[in-house]
């Protein structure tokens, strides 16, 4: 049997906290790392070859009232340089449903732009399949999430610009014309200007636009960056392809994956959930006693108060809460799971439509990965109830054109603050405290936006960072505020770095008079005596 070494994530003091808390890091088999290391990374391909960009998107399924196949067409292209995530129209993602596979490979999670069935939405009839649907043109957006990058294919870079009249531009997609083996088209065309509606309308030259080519991109001809996203044609008007702006494709990925904004689109990035610390760790000055520190100032107290609230506030929900793994800039793996956080504060997760209840989440098929767990709660009841806890306020910064206010954190080993437990399949030992010390950013009206920490460890891994960032959700006429993204990271020897990604997605928000509980052991006996599932 294979032995891999764990370490279980940093956690303050409590039972409860020991008990839900986790980052693991799993000790990798070298032999297949190594040969991994000769692979080269993928980055943006600095010339523009549209069949390793761009591809269809084919679903298969059974009729029951033709006894035969149903068969949907759309188009597709890669957003990442990695071609883990898919970007097309929200209407194909709505008619191809919650999970497709693009080359072998299956999806793991799906995101649809939310402005696409607000107020500007119409009835669309004759889209993809033959039905009809209502949404908004303007935000025809969605995003695949891959569970393994597409091999051979990458993104190419974008262009959120407003367009000059008369710009040259190649329409590519992969329509359907009679033929299920669908081949890649290339429409060339002229800008012709902006919709009422907010989408760029296109003059193209020869053929006509069919179904299954919405999802297929506009490329600037001179520069071969994307432009736009095809959307479909004019109605009423010859030869005239609509596509949605990048600057539309932009916010809504600000929405869905704030990891892939930081990095496609950094321009317009707020509070990175991957970026460095603002300041290097704050050196404390040397004191004998607990009672010789200096008393906190104010903004100290208020953020001790702030971050508690915000601990408190993030109970009884649900959410989809999608894992990326990967290594130094490699991904590796996707996977999704729905999470339940509890009236307790406890956090369980479950497989997508699945019963089994997890007390953390399953660890992916990888030989080497660092996951992560409950730190986003973890971490601001640290700050906001550990007096041993240092808090010191840094220099305001600006991020984004905004300016945030900065605390700095740090604990001493002697403090048990921040703990490490290691073990070979099964626990053993005691847990091991560490020196930690992180930042925590807010805004100017006092919210926390982000939380991170660092551990010094000592071996294999070293250098374990997390950051957590939060954000306001809308639900029901109220606002919450809610975990938004969890990134953790810790190098292994000298060599390589492994990452994990978690966003979460698809809140539900429990009241005061429902609360989310796991029911209890008699009440579990009750339910199998009476053949309740």
Not at 298 to 304: E, I
Request: a neutral charge; charged letters at 25%; glycine letters at 8%.
């Amino acid at each position: 049997m294979q032995s891999h070494f764990v370490l279980i994530d940093p956690f303050a003091g409590s039972e409860n906290s020991r008990r839900h808390a986790g980052e693991r890091l799993h000790f990798p088999r070298l032999g297949l790392i190594l040969l991994l290391l000769a692979v080269a990374l993928p980055v943006f391909a600095q010339e523009f070859v549209p069949e390793q960009t761009v591809f269809p998107i084919t679903d298969f399924w059974p009729d029951i009232k033709t006894l035969g196949l149903s068969v949907r067409f759309g188009t597709g292209f890669c957003l990442d340089p990695d071609c883990r995530f898919v970007g097309t129209n929200y209407h194909v993602a709505k008619v191809m449903g919650k999970r497709v596979r693009i080359k072998g490979v299956f999806s793991a999670h799906r995101y649809l732009d939310p402005d696409a069935s607000d107020a500007g939405s119409v009835v669309v009839d004759s889209i993809e399949g033959g039905a009809s649907l209502k949404y908004d043109p303007a935000h025809d957006l969605a995003i695949y999430e891959m569970r393994r990058p597409l091999k051979n294919f990458h993104g190419v870079a974008f262009d959120a610009d407003d367009l000059e009249n008369s710009s040259e531009v190649d329409i590519y997609a992969y329509p359907f014309d009679g033929n299920p083996k669908r081949g890649l088209v290339r429409w060339h065309g002229k800008f012709l200007g902006k919709t009422p509606q907010g989408m760029w309308a296109f003059r193209y030259e020869e053929g006509r636009l069919h179904g299954g080519a919405s999802g297929g991109i506009v490329v600037d001809s001179k520069t071969k960056k994307i432009i736009g996203i095809l959307q479909g044609g004019g109605e009423h008007q010859d030869r005239v392809a609509l596509a949605v702006p990048i600057k539309e494709l932009s916010h809504f990925v600000a929405q869905a994956q704030p990891y892939l904004q930081a990095t496609l689109f950094p321009k317009t990035v707020f509070v990175s959930p991957v970026a460095a610390d603002l300041y290097p760790p704050y050196v404390w000055p040397h004191v004998k006693t607990l009672s010789d520190r200096p008393a906190e100032r104010l903004a100290v107290f208020k953020l001790r108060l702030t971050a508690q609230r915000l601990a408190d506030s993030m109970r009884n929900f649900t959410a989809t809460e999608t894992f990326a793994w990967g290594h130094d800039n490699q991904p590796d793996l996707s996977d999704a799971y729905e999470t339940l956080v509890l009236d307790d504060g406890s956090q369980r997760w479950r497989r997508l439509g699945g019963k089994k209840l997890y007390d953390h989440v399953p660890y992916p098929p990888l030989d080497g990965f660092v996951s992560s767990a409950a730190e986003w709660s973890r971490l601001p009841e640290m700050v906001g109830t550990e007096l041993n806890l240092k808090i010191h306020q840094a220099p305001d910064a600006m991020a984004g054109g905004q300016t945030i206010h900065v605390f700095q954190y740090s604990a001493d080993t002697k403090d048990h603050l921040c703990l490490f437990l290691s073990y070979y399949l099964i626990p053993h030992g005691r847990p091991k405290s560490y020196r930690c010390h992180g930042e925590v950013w807010m805004d100017e009206l006092g919210v926390i936006l982000r939380i991170s920490e660092a551990f010094d460890l000592s071996g294999p891994f070293y250098r374990f960072r997390g950051v957590m960032t939060y954000g306001w959700l809308e639900k029901d006429g109220r606002r919450y505020l809610v975990p938004v993204t969890i990134a953790t990271q810790a190098e292994h020897g000298k060599t390589k770095t492994y990452w994990c990604r978690g966003l979460f997605t698809d809140y539900e928000i429990f009241g005061v008079k429902t609360r989310l509980v796991l029911p209890t052991a008699p009440e579990l006996a009750q339910k199998s005596s009476l053949g309740v599932q």
